[in-house]
């Protein structure tokens, strides 16, 4: 464990150095997703301006939902944003056979190889719309509800990183996922709102299927009182240490039946 932690710290170092030799690019990177998310944001204010409540759910409530969503998504889109990338960039053109003749997990090696910096301006937003919304909830916020926040962030984070490594793995079998997982990552974004506005099959396609859910709508649902979902968002951390386990899993199992395409 010491070894592959002294080794991510020199991967993350090394790739700090390239973005830091393009520093307008990383600064331009962040900005963009900044703004990216600062317009759904906006949009979801404009509906406010002309309504009180969405189905019972108040403005800064869905804001606090919207936070978690970010701010998990932002682990992912920091440390993992590199799962994208199995099949277009490593399996096609042969890239992926020079990691499996290296004396280290292949999976390590596949996510330390890049660092995403655009991720840090998707975690500022998040941060920033926690902030915002925090205090206009009637929560009281303790040692014990900042503890459990973070939790449910991390949690968010790796159901996250969880699911994209399950499609990506399919690039095993299918030389490249990416439509596949650029498709399932968009049924992320029903879980940045209230999956009590939405039709019971698609809350169930949430919560037990892909578990996006997870990611923002019941961790937000904990804290809020009268949400009726507060056992249910007890499950966040077990749904995804679970998940984490069957994408592992998975992406062994398509390890085992790759075969190189070569170069």
């Known amino acids: 464990m010491k070894r592959y932690v002294k080794l991510y710290y020199l991967f993350c170092k090394q790739n700090l150095k390239v973005m830091m030799e393009y520093r307008l690019d990383f600064l331009l990177g962040v900005l963009s997703v900044m703004l990216q998310q600062f317009a759904g944001i906006f949009f979801v204010k404009i509906v406010f301006d002309h309504i009180e409540q969405l189905n019972g759910w108040t403005f800064y409530e869905i804001l606090f939902i919207y936070g978690i969503a970010a701010t998990g998504r932002s682990i992912h889109h920091i440390f993992f944003d590199n799962l994208w990338t199995l099949g277009w960039q490593y399996i096609r053109p042969g890239k992926f056979d020079r990691l499996l003749i290296r004396p280290i997990n292949p999976l390590f090696h596949f996510i330390a190889d890049r660092l995403q910096q655009d991720g840090f301006g998707q975690l500022f937003i998040g941060i920033i719309v926690l902030g915002t919304a925090m205090p206009h909830l009637n929560i009281t916020w303790g040692f014990m509800a900042y503890f459990i926040l973070v939790v449910m962030i991390l949690a968010s984070g790796f159901i996250f990183v969880a699911v994209n490594l399950f499609f990506a793995a399919l690039s095993f079998w299918m030389v490249d996922s990416l439509p596949i997982v650029w498709t399932v990552f968009n049924l992320s974004d029903f879980a940045r709102y209230p999956l009590t506005i939405y039709h019971k099959g698609i809350r169930q396609l949430l919560t037990w ?26 499950l966040t951390p077990f749904v995804a240490v679970v998940s984490c386990i069957a994408a592992y899993w998975f992406w062994k199992k398509g390890l085992r039946a790759f075969t190189s395409t070569g170069s």
């Open 209 to 234: 299927i892909i578990p996006y859910g997870f990611t923002a709508f019941y961790p937000a649902a904990y804290f809020i009182k009268g949400s009726g979902f507060k056992n249910l968002a007890l």
